[in-house]
């Protein structure tokens, strides 16, 4: 059975920091690529960052500069290392796999930052 489980959300005050891990079984995690992506509350779901199999990170515009994404492939696990944040970042958080044609999703976790 296939598994994505997000951890570490939570309310921080803007200008703090989160630390969010996705911890994935199931399916051979060193040949998918992993990301992050999140959805505030009346908006449609967005990308913030991905590592692909070759450790190749990518990140969306108002992620870059603040957010680190990692991977370590002996815990099958992503880390989302978010700094400075705002009140804009406030949304539930998920994690994603993909590798060869299929997509899977984890429940997410709620981060709330006030300002």
């Known amino acids: 059975e296939v598994q994505l489980v997000e951890s570490g959300g939570g309310l921080v005050q803007a200008g703090g920091s989160l630390r969010l891990s996705c911890a994935a079984s199931?399916?051979?995690?060193?040949?998918?690529?992993i990301g992050w992506f999140r959805q505030a509350p009346g908006k449609e779901r967005e990308a913030v960052s991905c590592?692909?199999?070759?450790?190749?990170?990518n990140y969306a515009h108002h992620a870059n500069g603040r957010f680190t994404i990692s991977r370590d492939s002996a815990k099958n696990t992503v880390h989302l290392q978010m700094n400075s944040l705002k009140a804009e970042d406030k949304a539930v958080y998920y994690c994603?796999?993909?590798?060869?044609?299929?997509?899977?999703w984890g429940q997410g976790t709620q981060v709330t930052v006030s300002s």
């Open positions: 994603n796999a993909q590798g060869y044609g299929r997509d899977y």
């Open positions: 199931g399916f051979t995690f060193d040949d998918y690529a």
């Open positions: 590592i692909d199999d070759t450790r190749i990170t």
